[in-house]
């Protein structure tokens, strides 16, 4: 069973960082591209970064300049550092994985940033 596990969301004040965590499992994750996506209350699900097993990496418009995406093969994880947060950033964020030769796509349950002060 393929599973893609999100950790490291929380509660931060605007200017705060965060570290987004997604571990996976039951699956080849070397040759995996994984993105990250978030969703927030009342809005469509939006992209925010992705990494393809290459570790070539591209942003969505919305928070780049503001996160960096990285891989550890090794550990099977994927990262999302989040920096300079804003009040529009509060979402749940998601982890999505699918390998780069097809097959199909594998969702994290998400975890919760809110950015409060």
């Known amino acids: 069973q393929v599973q893609f596990v999100e950790s490291g969301g929380g509660l931060v004040q605007p200017g705060g960082s965060l570290r987004l965590s997604c571990v996976a499992s039951?699956?080849?994750?070397?040759?995996?591209?994984v993105d990250w996506f978030r969703q927030a209350p009342g809005k469509e699900r939006e992209f925010v970064a992705r990494?393809?097993?290459?570790?070539?990496?591209t942003y969505g418009d919305s928070m780049k300049g503001r996160v960096t995406i990285s891989r550890d093969d090794e550990k099977n994880a994927a990262y999302l550092q989040m920096d300079n947060l804003k009040l529009e950033d509060t979402a749940v964020y998601y982890c999505?994985?699918?390998?780069?030769?097809?097959?199909?796509?594998?969702w994290g349950q998400g975890t919760q940033v809110t950015v409060s002060s």
């Open positions: 990494i393809t097993l290459m570790d070539y990496k």
């Open positions: 039951g699956i080849n994750f070397r040759i995996t591209n």
């Open positions: 999505h994985g699918r390998r780069m030769d097809g097959g199909p796509d594998h």
